[in-house]
């Protein structure tokens, strides 16, 4: 009995490090969280240390394993719902302004960078000064619209 609840120990304590590893957010957690209590109960009862002993180790141990995996879940949940920050995606929604008359193609001021523009609706005229909502990137060039005014309020 000694020998499975160590085996079970040893078990939990590697799924609850696979969790840190791969931030599966709980499930390989919880199941370690399991298996390290499992494996406390029958060692400590398998060595003769009595069930009392052997379900305050458990407690103990579950508490701590229980915590580890929030504390994880909660970093990867955290991690997943972050916005882009980076690349062609983040550019999507910024706002910048029109520094020439986009008719067909202009310039746009965005992110602290000049950048080529077209319209994104032919029927829209956007002068210099206009605000401008990024709608979608081809390559170097981004589409724009002219934004509106509850958009430009935080």
Do not use: C, K, Y
Request: glycine residues 16%.
């Amino acid at each position: 009995m000694t020998g499975l609840g160590i085996a079970l120990l040893l078990a939990g304590v590697i799924l609850l490090v696979a969790e840190a590893q791969l931030g599966s957010a709980g499930p390989l957690g919880a199941i370690g969280t399991a298996a390290a209590v499992g494996g406390t109960v029958l060692a400590v009862d398998g060595a003769g240390g009595g069930l009392a002993l052997a379900l305050v180790l458990a407690a103990v141990v579950g508490l701590v394993a229980g915590g580890f995996v929030v504390i994880a879940a909660r970093a990867v949940g955290r991690t997943s719902r972050s916005r882009v920050r980076s690349g062609r995606e983040a550019m999507l929604g910024l706002h910048g302004e029109a520094r020439t008359a986009i008719e067909p193609v202009g310039q746009v001021f965005v992110d602290g960078a000049l950048w080529r523009a077209r319209r994104t609706f032919e029927d829209e005229r956007i002068e210099p000064g206009d605000p401008v909502v990024v709608d979608r990137i081809d390559g170097l060039t981004l589409t724009v619209r002219r934004a509106e005014p509850w958009e430009l309020n935080p």
